[in-house]
């Protein structure tokens, strides 16, 4: 069954490579197509296009497939093209004539930017937990181990003195900015586009404010074509969010990887999230954050991608727009599950104290030397000289010592800022 289907059969080769893997992704919309479909009936009952008894009796039975689809009874079959032309002929077999009047007045355009529409905005609300629950991780780890000090790199050299708790927090502080484009991206997707149809409107007297506030949609995309045009744009600032976080992922799952590795010897992980080698018995691998790392540098290539597929295509609706879903869809379910294993393998990292006992971790402090040399009243520049010269000679005594006072520092992290910051983010 198709929704355009005219009696006209369709070479089937046509047909497989027009559909593709729809049904399968589809799947995950199936409840959104109900949902959405519920507040379509009720606005087409309170305009007069459906008697109550059809109202009631097609919200009853977008009500039980909504069911199914949460209990993962939902299946679209091969004789099916998606997901809309599936419950439109279930509610047809199961009521009849008032189920071949659900298509009143919308298109399979529009009703897949309901879909769609919906159903980011519970992705980037399940993002936002993930995140939210990362951070407060972060943050707990942050505050055990503040005083634990850690060597500082710049170009992969030793620089100057860090510290876990520094460690941590600033990749806390990082998922605030990452919260923020969840936010933004939130905000894009929370907008009606039902009732714009196939980008331009309906003569029925359709009332779009009323599915806007039926579907709990902040806002209405007003312009039927700008209703039309927001698709690809919609899942490109939601894939542009969810690299962000990707971006945060792969960059500390890095960090882990080098620390792990016996050069560093910084941290440690228990047994059982490590891998060992089919010929090495030493081995103790960071599978995990490999692929962590791995998985999130694929996902920070989803925009680009939607980018290409969308960036030359003139307003209304085009079938390339169907291919967003390929991309979109299975690259949601991977960062969830990048955040969750995150979670799951962060809490049991064990970092090593008295690191910066190694002498050549002494390099640490010059820049803590020549400013004590400051305080003392010797110009800058020449203290800098004083400090080349000492390590020139092998004279130089490191002070091991912090006095970092400003905010942010690593005697300063502002943890408390830092949660209230999230707080008002969030």
Same mark, same amino acid.
């Given at each position: 069954? #198709?929704?355009?289907?005219k009696?006209?059969?369709?070479?089937?080769?046509?047909?497989?490579?027009?559909?593709?893997?729809?049904r399968?992704?589809?799947?995950?919309?199936?409840?959104?197509?109900?949902?959405?479909?519920?507040?379509?009936a009720?606005?087409?009952?309170?305009?007069g296009l459906?008697?109550?008894?059809?109202?009631?009796?097609?919200?009853l039975?977008?009500?039980?497939?909504?069911k199914d689809?949460?209990?993962?009874?939902?299946e679209?079959?091969?004789?099916?093209e998606?997901?809309?032309?599936?419950?439109?002929y279930?509610l047809?077999? #199961?009521?009849?004539?008032?189920?071949?009047?659900?298509?009143?007045?919308?298109?399979?355009?529009?009703?897949?930017?309901?879909?769609?529409?919906?159903?980011?905005?519970?992705?980037?609300k399940?993002?936002k937990?993930?995140?939210?629950g990362?951070?407060?991780?972060?943050?707990?780890?942050?505050e055990?181990?503040q005083?634990?000090?850690?060597?500082?790199?710049?170009?992969?050299?030793?620089?100057?003195?860090?510290?876990f708790?520094?460690?941590? *927090?600033a990749?806390?502080e990082?998922?605030?900015?990452?919260?923020?484009?969840?936010?933004?991206?939130l905000k894009?997707?929370?907008q009606? @586009?039902?009732g714009?149809?196939?980008?331009y409107?309906?003569?029925?007297?359709?009332?779009?404010?009323f599915?806007?506030k039926?579907l709990?949609?902040?806002?209405?995309?007003?312009n *039927?074509v700008?209703?039309?045009?927001?698709r690809?744009?919609?899942?490109?600032?939601?894939?542009?969010?969810?690299?962000t976080?990707?971006?945060?992922l792969?960059?500390f *799952?890095?960090?882990v990887?080098?620390?792990m590795s016996?050069n560093?010897?910084f941290?440690?992980l228990?047994?059982?999230?490590?891998?060992?080698?089919s010929?090495?018995?030493?081995?103790?691998?960071p599978?995990?954050f490999e692929?962590?790392?791995?998985?999130?540098?694929?996902i920070?290539?989803?925009?680009?991608?939607?980018?290409?597929?969308?960036?030359?295509?003139?307003?209304?609706?085009?079938?390339d727009l169907?291919?967003?879903?390929?991309?979109?869809? @299975?690259?949601?379910?991977?960062?969830?599950?990048?955040?969750?294993?995150?979670?799951?393998a962060?809490?049991d990292i064990k970092?090593?104290?008295?690191i910066l006992?190694?002498?050549?971790?002494?390099?640490?402090?010059?820049?803590?030397?020549?400013?004590?040399m400051?305080?003392?009243?010797?110009?800058?520049?020449?203290?800098?000289k004083?400090?080349?010269?000492?390590?020139?000679?092998?004279?130089f005594?490191?002070?091991?010592?912090?006095r970092?006072?400003?905010?942010?520092?690593?005697?300063?992290?502002?943890?408390?800022?830092?949660?209230?910051?999230m707080?008002i983010?969030?």
């Open positions: 069954m #198709k929704l355009w289907e009696g006209i059969p369709t070479d089937k080769q046509i047909e497989h490579f027009t559909v593709g893997n729809d399968e992704l589809d799947l995950v919309l199936a409840k959104y197509d109900a949902l959405g479909s519920i507040a379509h009720k606005m087409l009952g309170q305009i459906l008697t109550d008894s059809e109202t009631v009796s097609l919200v039975a977008l009500e039980e497939i909504i689809a949460e209990n993962g009874n939902f679209i079959e091969d004789s099916f998606d997901v809309h032309s599936k419950i439109e279930l047809t077999v #199961k009521l009849g004539d008032a189920g071949k009047k659900i298509h009143t007045a919308r298109s399979r355009n529009d009703q897949v930017l309901v879909d769609v529409n919906l159903y980011l905005k519970d992705v980037v399940d993002f937990s993930q995140v939210k990362l951070f407060d991780l972060l943050m707990e780890l942050a055990k181990h005083n634990v000090l850690l060597p500082g790199y710049t170009h992969l050299q030793i620089a100057m003195p860090s510290s708790g520094m460690w941590f *927090s990749y806390a990082t998922l605030i900015d990452d919260i923020t484009m969840l936010n933004a991206a894009i997707v929370d009606n @586009p039902l714009s149809a196939a980008g409107g309906s003569s029925f007297p359709i009332n779009r404010a599915t806007t039926e709990g949609f902040k806002t209405l995309k007003f *039927s700008a209703a039309q045009m927001s690809g744009k919609s899942e490109k600032i939601v894939a542009f969010a969810m690299s976080v990707a971006a945060t792969s960059k *799952s890095m960090d990887c080098l620390y016996q560093f010897d941290i440690t228990p047994s059982h999230l490590t891998t060992g080698s010929i090495m018995p030493h081995k103790k691998n599978d995990v692929l962590i790392r791995g998985k999130c540098n694929k920070q290539a989803l925009p680009y991608e939607i980018t290409l597929i969308t960036n030359n295509l003139p307003s209304g609706y085009h079938r169907q291919l967003l879903k390929e991309g979109l869809f @299975p690259a949601i379910q991977n960062l969830k599950a990048c955040l969750d294993i995150a979670i799951f962060i809490k970092v090593k104290d008295n006992a190694d002498k050549k971790y002494d390099y640490l402090f010059t820049v803590d030397s020549l400013n004590e400051v305080v003392a009243g010797i110009p800058f520049r020449d203290a800098y004083a400090v080349a010269e000492q390590l020139e000679n092998g004279t005594e490191a002070p091991k010592e912090t970092h006072t400003h905010e942010g520092s690593i005697n300063n992290l502002c943890l408390t800022e830092i949660k209230e910051k707080k983010a969030y």
